[in-house]
C-alpha cells in the first residue's frame, strides 16, 4: 500500500522560518565563505565564495556529477537560479571549479557548521535534542572514495587479495542524534586521509584524536554524551574523553574485553552488581550493572561503568548488547541509557545511509585533485546534509513540500524540474511550486 501523503496546508499557513529556512542558513554560510583566504590562480578570476557557493549548490540540487550540473548551469534559466537562490554571480565550470578548490584547506569550512550549530542553539532548536542532561554526539568512521588509478597524496593505500594496489580515502563524522528524532545534525567531518609527512596510513583512531578535540573548541560549555562502536573501547581513547570533558556510552564485545566481563560476572555473583526487570507486553528488558570496574587488567585505574541490556520476545532473546559508560548507573536510568546506546546507529541509517543511497551520492569521485579537493567536496556535501536536515526538522515550508513526496529521491528529482525549468525569485516560490503542483513551464526570458 502506498504511504499516504499529509494533507497540504493552505498556501497562507506556510512561510520560511527566517533564520532556519534555506535562505537564512546559506546567508550565514556565506559570511563564512566570504572569510576564507583566496588561493588565486592566475588564469581564473572567479571569486572564491561563489566558487564555493556553486559546489554547495549542486549538493543541494543532488547533481549525480560535477560535470552534468556544470552543463546544466550553462542554460540561463540556470544561471538566474544560481544568481536568485545561492546569489552567485558567475558559476565556474566544473573543471575550474576542481582547480580552485583544490588548495582549499577543509579546516576553513569547518566555520560554516559551527555558524548554523550556534544558530539552532541562539532559536532554541536544539532543546529538544536534549537527552540524559546533554546531546547525544554518535560518532563513526565510513568509506568515502577508493580506485586502483586514481591517486593523490592524501590517499591511503592497502594491497588487496589479488596484489593489486587500492587508494582510498575515509572519513570520521559526528552528528547529533536523539532516540526519539528522524533529523541528525552533523558536526564538521574529520578527513581520515594520509597526513602531511606521514609515511603509514591514517585510521580512525587517529582522526578521533583530531576530530574530538576540535568539536570541544568550536562548543567549549555544549553538554556532550559520545557514542561510539567497540573500537573506541580503548584506554587512551577514555582518557581523551576525559580530558574533554565529554560524558561516554560505548560499545562493548566479551570477545574484546574478556577481563572486563570476567570482573563483571564475579561482582554480579557477589552481589556488588544489580538486575532489574521491566515487564511490557509480552516483551522482557532485562538489565544487568555494575559500576566502578576496571576497563582493562592493564589499566586497573580507569573505571567504568558496565550495563548488559537484553530484550526477551516469547521465551527468546531477540536483542542484546553491552556498554561501558562514565555516567553513574542506576535504577532510575539504565531505560534511558539503553535508549541512548541504541541511537548510535542513527549514524549509520539516518547519515550514512542518506548520504550513499539518497541522492547524495558520498561515494561518487567528483574530483580527486592534487591535494584536498576530494574532501572539500565531500566536506561541502555534509554541510549542505546539514542545512537539509535543519529544514526538516525546523521550517515548515520545506517540510510540506518535502512531505508533499514519499522519498528524498523523488523530492529531489521534483525540485531539480523546477530548477531547470522556471525561474525562480526564491526559494519560497520554488517549494510553493513543489507543494501546489503548479505546472512546470519554461519562463520567457528577456533576451533584449
Known sequence: MPKKLPTIPAPNQLKLRKSLSIPGLLALVRKEFEQIKEYRIKTISYKLTDVLMSALARFGLKYPSLLQFDRSSRDQCTRANLSNLYGVERAPSDSQMREILDPVAPEDLRPAFRRVHRELQRQKALAKYQFLGGYLMSVDGTGQFSSTQIKC??????TLRNGTEQYYHQRLAAVIVHPEQKTVLPWFPEAITRQ???SKNDCERNAAKRLLPAIRAAFPKLQLIVLEDSLAANAPHLRLLHELLMSYIIVVKETDHAYL???VDTQMKSGQGRTIELHEDDTTRQFHYVNQVPLNQSNPDLLV??????EIKGGKTI????WITNIELTPDNVFQIMRAGRARWKIENETFNTLKNQDYHLEHNYGHGKRHLATVLATLMMLHFLLDQVQELACPLFQAARN?????CQFWEILRAYWLLRILPSWEVLFKCIIYRI?????????S
Not at 153 to 158: F, K, Q
Not at 305 to 310: F, G, R, V
Not at 439 to 447: A, G, I, R, S, Y
Open 261 to 263: 566481563k570476567a570482573v
Open 305 to 310: 561503568n558496565y550495563l548488559e541490556y537484553h
Open 404 to 408: 508533499s513526496y514519499s522519498s528524498r
Open 196 to 198: 602531511d609527512g606521514e
Open 153 to 158: 597524496d592524501e590517499c591511503c593505500s592497502r
Open 319 to 322: 536483542y542484546y548488547c553491552s
Open 439 to 447: 505546472k512546470l513551464e519554461v519562463e520567457q526570458l528577456d533576451t
